[in-house]
Antibody, heavy 119, light 110 residues
Framework: QVQLMQSGAEVKKPGASVTVSCKAS????????IIWVRQAPGQGLEWLGW????????YYGQKFQGRVSMTTDTSTSTAYLELRSLTSDDTAIYYC????????????WGQGTLVTVSS | QSVLTHPPSVSAAPGQKVTISCYGS????????VSWYQQIPGTAPKLLIY???QRPAGIPDRFSGSKSGTSATLDITGLQTGDEADYYC???????????FGGGTKVTVL
């Protein structure tokens, strides 16, 4: 079955960077894209961006432009999210999900990765 | 505050029907497909409806979606205790060039 498996929880200091990975299985990786969404404690869902696994094209949320990078490794069917210059406001659960296009639906979702930013 | 709005909570007894509306504008719901997600506390979101009214395999027909103009609706009939969750609408905004979600509606089964 289609699955996305994310890397484990991270604790970072303000100003640091974090990289979260998302390994896909059960489908042809390059036939879809991957989106990244985060959820701060007790809050709703916030879209960070989308990357095409076929050609690396990206769409980033305006709020994150300049400090986010999304990449993929087709040899291992893995997507990566890097977020730089972390502040306490970046403390959240980060999810990846499969998506057919930047404006498409999201299914399935990874289990989530908790990123805590604290001094 | 989200560009897409829906009521913060709805409730009904088991077996009843709830309707969750999601309000947007011409740049998002009005000209793009809407999807709906269910998030049971402590778990990842799950796709319930895509392309306004399509159900993925395995989603019961108790869940249905529709869209009219700049608003979308999710109906849940035959409400069950397992339906207690937060529900989010999602779509693309063609002016902001970003995907967006509503703020979430908490469904409580009385």
């Amino acid at each position: 079955q289609v699955q996305l498996m994310q890397s484990g929880a991270e604790v970072k200091k303000p100003g640091a960077s974090v990289t979260v990975s998302c390994k896909a299985s059960g489908y042809t990786f390059i036939s879809y894209g991957i989106i990244w969404v985060r959820q701060a404690p007790g809050q709703g869902l916030e879209w960070l961006g989308w990357i095409s696994a076929k050609n690396g094209d990206t769409y980033y949320g305006q709020k994150f432009q300049g400090r986010v990078s999304m990449t993929t490794d087709t040899s291992t069917s893995t997507a990566y999210l890097e977020l730089r210059s972390l502040t306490s406001d970046d403390t959240a659960i980060y999810y990846c999900a499969r998506s057919p296009a930047h404006l498409g639906w999201f299914d399935p979702w990874g289990q989530g990765t908790l990123v805590t930013v604290s001094s | 505050q989200s560009v897409l709005t829906h009521p913060p909570s709805v409730s009904a007894a088991p077996g009843q029907k709830v309707t969750i509306s999601c309000y947007g504008s011409t740049s998002n719901i009005g000209n793009n497909y809407v999807s709906w997600y269910q998030q049971i506390p402590g778990t990842a979101p799950k796709l319930l409806i895509y392309d306004n009214n399509q159900r993925p395999a395995g989603i019961p027909d108790r869940f249905s979606g529709s869209k009219s103009g700049t608003s979308a609706t999710l109906d849940i009939t035959g409400l069950q205790t397992g339906d207690e969750a937060d529900y989010y609408c999602g779509t693309w905004d063609s002016i902001l060039n970003t995907a967006m979600f509503g703020g979430g509606t908490k469904v409580t089964v009385l």
